[in-house]
């Protein structure tokens, strides 16, 4: 971790402007307060975005763009659908005020927030490397993304008191095939969307959620798409792998 540590304070301090990539599903969750302070010490400008706001409805995204614009400049962005990208670069160009050179932009964040397709989105082309599992940026590489703009591309910063298997879970940070309690990791997912959007659970699942717990939500997707065992009995883990995989897929909203 102490590398991590090094990595970002050696970003911080070659980068203009700063871009701190959470995921607009969980903003509080996937912000790091330790880059937050380091960013703020060294009186650079910093940018947070809301990445996969594809994922979450204009009501959740306006009022998380509200509480965290009080923190610093806040955009939001789906790769997917090439929303927010002019806006985030005409925001960089706004908040670094330099002119006659390239504006280096670091760019932090948890691994799988979408760092390196943002990138891509602001460049207009896949110069990053982008993957759906996390930690696919191995090392840090600079990217041309056009018109005086140059990002600084980092591995996911972890972290430093990371053990949270249920939340590495829920941010996609480990796939199902690395949890040691899926079905855990399934109910907690359960419990989210209910909390969020049950109906958006419904539509995809084709099941009707009453007063169920998050065990017999599970077990009602479990009967729908019939996983089950010899004997007639819900195969839990599979079916909680299927909801993990939806999930960190982003076909699952909220």
Known sequence: ????????????????VLLEVVDARFPDETRNSEVERNVKRSRKPLIIVLSKCDLVSKETLEKS???????????FVSSKQRFGTTMLRHKILEVADIQGRDILVGSLGYP???????INGVAGKNKAGTSSISGHTKGVQLVKA????????????????????????????KDATH???PIGVALKIIETICDKNKTALEDFYKVEIGNENSY??????????NFLKKKGEIDETRVAIKIINDWQK?????
């Open 1 to 16: 971790m102490a590398s991590y540590k090094l990595m970002i304070k050696d970003v911080i301090k070659k980068a203009d």
């Open 65 to 75: 763009k509200s509480r965290l614009s009080k923190i610093a400049p806040t955009v």
């Open 112 to 118: 799988n927030t979408g760092k390196s397709s943002v």
């Open 146 to 173: 056009g018109s005086r703009i140059v990002f600084i591309d980092t591995p996911g910063v972890i972290p430093f008191d990371e053990n949270d298997e249920y939340r590495q879970g829920l941010l996609g940070v």
């Open 179 to 181: 949890l040691s309690d």
């Open 216 to 225: 017999d939500v599970l077990e009602l997707i479990g009967v729908k798409g």
């Open 250 to 254: 982003g076909q699952l909203l909220i």
